[in-house]
Each structure stands twice: as C-alpha cells, then as structure tokens.
C-alpha cells in the first residue's frame, strides 16, 4: 500500500505560474524525495530532503518538509510546457541501512502546463 | 556513464506463462531496486539487492523472485503470470552510500 496522499490529483496551469504539489506521509522518515515521470516512461528524481532539513532549493524548485504534521510540498516556479509530467513523492523509511533500497511512492500529481 | 538499461522493453505473455526481466545499473551501482507500476496500484515496491544479496522485499507473492548477480546486473522473474501482472516494470540503481535512484526506462509486460 502507498505510503501517503498526493494533492492535487491532477493540476493544470499557464506557462510562467507556478505549480505547488503536496505530499502527505504515514511513518517516521529517513528522508522524502521527488521523482518526475514522462509519458509512463522511467522517473528522474529531482531533489531529497532529509527529515532534519525544512526547505530545500535546486534551480526553480523549492520543497519543503514538515515533519511534525508528516507532509512535504514541492513548488515549481515559472512552468515551462516542458514541466508537463507526473510528479511522485517518495519516502525512505527510517528504519536502518537494509530499508535505504526502498522507495514507498505517492499516488502523484498529474502537472499540465499549457503553452 | 551510460544510464540504467532494461531489456526488453515490451513484452506480450500469455496467462500461465513465465518471464524474466533484466536490468543493467548504472556502473559502480552496487544497489537495485525493481518497482512494479500499474494504473490501480501505483508504484509498489517489490524488492531491493545489494550486493548478490536480496535486503528488503515489498508485499508480493512468492511467484515474482529476483536475483543479481556479481557485476551489478539483475533479473527478476514471474511464474505462472497472471492477467493482473499486466504493468510497467522499472528498476533502479544507485551507489550504496546515496539514497537517490536513478531509474530505466522500465519493461511493458502485457499478460493476455
């Protein structure tokens, strides 16, 4: 079963808005990660944030992780049509070295930018 | 470095059948992970190896099996398929000592 929800399900913008993604989680982490996929094709991961840190920043993305109410939100400023994929987050449990190899996704955020 | 590579790449098997699926990770990639992806479920995890040793398996039957073997490269394997075993298949790899995973392009295993 998922580790948690994604909202929204499906999010349509304009070029140059930006789109925020929220991610909500059951158990205690290691850390929480973003992975965008194309057209059902492999994910690309985008950025971590460990359990320690608050905020995060790579280029136009910025996530945040609230531990204390277990949700992350992933903000992705001045959309591009190119940004129009699939956006999961993943946690690693913190449950030792043995669980570092397993990703427990969301269900994802539909992201369509329209040119 | 070349990316993670799966072959094949689509697949078409018959109920009853089996299949083998392979993954070559990234160089120096000393951990694998195979997800299954389908529209209902989502992206579940089936099992991580490192090291020729499986360390972590997700909630699957006994019929999906893995394996990897001294170079990196591993398979994973399902009997005795089933109409429901229709998904993508990804696998990803990553160096030992980072939590990021960088994943293939997946197989399509259609089950008719």
């Known amino acids: 079963s998922q580790q948690g929800e994604e909202d929204p399900q499906a999010l349509s913008i304009q070029e140059g808005e930006n789109a925020t993604m929220n991610c909500s989680y059951k158990?205690?982490?290691?850390?929480l990660q973003w992975y965008r996929q194309n057209s059902g094709r492999g994910l690309v991961h985008l950025i971590l944030?460990?359990?320690?840190?608050r905020e995060k920043h790579s280029g136009r993305l910025r996530v945040t992780l609230d531990t204390s109410k277990k949700s992350s939100s992933l903000l992705i400023t001045a959309s591009r049509a190119a940004d129009t994929a699939s956006y999961f987050c993943?946690?690693?449990?913190?449950?030792?070295?043995?669980?570092?190899?397993?990703?427990?996704f969301g269900q994802g955020t539909i992201l369509t930018v329209h040119p | 470095k070349a990316g993670v590579t799966q072959t094949p790449r689509y697949l078409i098997k018959t109920r009853g059948q089996q299949v083998t699926l392979s993954c070559s990770p990234i160089?120096?990639?000393?951990?694998v992970s195979w997800y299954q992806q389908t529209p209902g479920q989502g992206l579940q995890f089936l099992f991580e190896?490192?090291?020729?040793?499986?360390?972590n398996k997700g909630n699957f039957p006994g019929r999906f099996s893995g394996r990897q073997f001294s170079n990196s490269r591993s398979e994973m394997n399902v009997s005795t398929l089933e109409l429901g075993d229709s998904a993508l298949y990804l696998c990803?790899?990553?160096?030992?000592?980072?939590?990021?995973?960088?994943f293939g392009p997946g197989t399509r295993l259609t089950v008719t």
């Open positions: 990803a790899s990553r160096p030992g000592s980072l939590y990021e995973q960088y």
């Open positions: 158990t205690s982490i290691n850390n």
């Open positions: 944030i460990r359990s320690n840190e």
């Open positions: 993943a946690t690693v449990l913190n449950a030792g070295g043995t669980s570092y190899g397993k990703l427990t």
């Open positions: 160089s120096g990639h000393r951990s």
């Open positions: 190896y490192f090291s020729e040793t499986q360390r």
